[in-house]
Nanobody, 124 residues
Framework: QVQLVESGGGLVQPGGSLRLSCAASGSIVRLYDSGWYRQAPGKQRELVAG???????NYADSVKGRFTISRDNAKNAVYLQMNNLKPEDTAVYLC??????????????????WGQGTQVTVSS
C-alpha cells in the first residue's frame, strides 16, 4: 500500500518559518493531485494549499503570499514552505495525495491518502 509521512513541524515564534515535507512510499508510480490541510483544536479541517499533477497551485486566502506548496515528482514528495507564521497558523498539518499505484493486475489510480500529521505551533 501507500504511506505518507510528514515531517518538519515544530515550535516557532511569530514571523518565523518552517518547511514541511511529505514523503510517499509504497507501490507508487507517481503522486497525482496533492495538498496540505490543517486542523486546529475545535475547528474543522481546512485546505491550506494544493498542487495538481501538472503543477498548478491554489491556496487558502489566509496563507496567500506566505505559504508555498511544491512537489518533487522524482522523489514522490510534496513540500510546504511557511513564512511569516502567525499564532493562528497553529494546527496539525496533514498531507493528502492521490496516487498512481503499481499493482499485480496493472496500474491504477487511488485517491485520498492521508499522512498522520505534524504539529505546528506558533507562539512567543
Amino acid at each position: 500500500q501507500v504511506q505518507l509521512v510528514e515531517s518538519g513541524g515544530g515550535l516557532v515564534q511569530p514571523g518565523g518559518s518552517l518547511r514541511l515535507s511529505c514523503a510517499a512510499s509504497g507501490s507508487i508510480v507517481r503522486l497525482y493531485d496533492s495538498g496540505w490541510y490543517r486542523q486546529a483544536p475545535g475547528k474543522q479541517r481546512e485546505l491550506v494549499a494544493g498542487v495538481t499533477s501538472g503543477g498548478s497551485t491554489n491556496y487558502a486566502d489566509s496563507v496567500k503570499g506566505r505559504f508555498t506548496i511544491s512537489r518533487d515528482n522524482a522523489k514522490n514528495a510534496v513540500y510546504l514552505q511557511m513564512n511569516n507564521l502567525k499564532p493562528e497558523d497553529t494546527a496539525v498539518y496533514l498531507c493528502n495525495a492521490d496516487a498512481l499505484l503499481q499493482t499485480p493486475s496493472g496500474i491504477r489510480r487511488q485517491n485520498g491518502y492521508w499522512g498522520q500529521g505534524t504539529q505546528v505551533t506558533v507562539s512567543s
